[in-house]
């Protein structure tokens, strides 16, 4: 259906929301689609839906109606466990709010994803030390989060999120919580990652500052995501 170079693509997906007997609606006929090694920046105001839109390539959720392929795969009419699978090796996720395991020190949180994958703790250590040292954490691998800083946290999480090479990673405000010159270094990390890896790369973000980084900037506005223009 797509070609290999596709990596998602959306055809014509809404979304809403059922709050008591009302339906609100987030998504409303999205089509588009991410090539391999695209970095994609996703701007809209609050609340118009850059979150529930990442859920759905997270499938996290399954879009009220239209088709998300991912890989060549209809993720969105997927079960949940099949999608649960899919998740887990070929999609990594940074949030805002970073969401490491505060009972696991850094390096047990970057392995999290391989040992979920198979690998015995003993393979997944070595990886998960060198991922946090890529990201220039070396000398932390043992804190936990709460002895970590906001930007080192989430420099864990970027590791978290890349270590087992997921083709596919969604970003959703991975900088929202920091300060302007911790939030360019993280991008900077983290585009560096995509590039040396050709991993698709969506980031929703407010910072203006990133998109100067991005390959394409789309915003979403109305439930449709439309390309942006330069000012
Ligand atoms: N679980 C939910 N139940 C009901 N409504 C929801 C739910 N999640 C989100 N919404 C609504 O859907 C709309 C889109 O929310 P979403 O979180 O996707 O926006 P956003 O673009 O990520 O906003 P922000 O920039 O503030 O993070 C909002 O109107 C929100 O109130
Ligand atoms: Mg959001």
């Known amino acids: 259906m797509s070609s290999p170079d596709i990596r998602i693509a959306l055809h014509d997906v809404s979304h809403a929301y059922r709050q008591a007997a009302r339906r609100v609606p987030v998504l ?6 991410f090539s391999a090694g695209e970095f994609a920046v996703l701007l809209g105001r609050s609340g118009s839906g850059k979150t529930t ?3 759905l390539l997270g499938a996290l959720e399954v879009p009220e109606r239209g088709e998300i392929e991912m890989l060549g795969s209809r993720v969105s009419s997927a079960d949940e466990a099949t999608r649960a699978a899919f998740r ?10 970073y969401n490491l395991v505060p009972t696991l020190c850094a390096w047990e949180n970057v392995a999290l994803p391989l040992t979920l994958l198979g690998t015995s703790l003993a393979e997944a250590r070595p990886r998960a030390i060198e991922e946090l040292d890529r990201l220039g954490l070396s000398g932390l691998e043992m804190r936990m989060p709460d002895q970590l800083s906001g930007g080192e946290q989430q420099r864990v999480a970027i590791a978290r999120a890349i270590v087992h090479r997921p083709p ?12 302007l010159e911790t939030a360019l270094d993280v991008v900077a990390r983290l585009v560096d990652v995509v590039r040396t890896h050709g ?3 969506l980031m929703a973000t407010h910072s ?11 915003r ?3 439930g449709r995501l439309v390309p942006e223009v330069a000012p």
């Open 199 to 201: 991993i698709t790369l």
């Open 168 to 179: 596919i990673l969604l970003a959703d405000e991975p900088t929202g919580n920091l300060d």
């Open 88 to 97: 887990r090796q070929h999609v990594g996720m940074v949030f805002q709010s």
């Open 28 to 33: 409303a006929g999205v089509t588009e689609r």
């Open 220 to 222: 979403l506005q109305g």
């Open 208 to 218: 203006r500052e990133v998109v100067g980084h991005a390959d394409r900037v789309l």
């Open 53 to 55: 839109l990442l859920h």
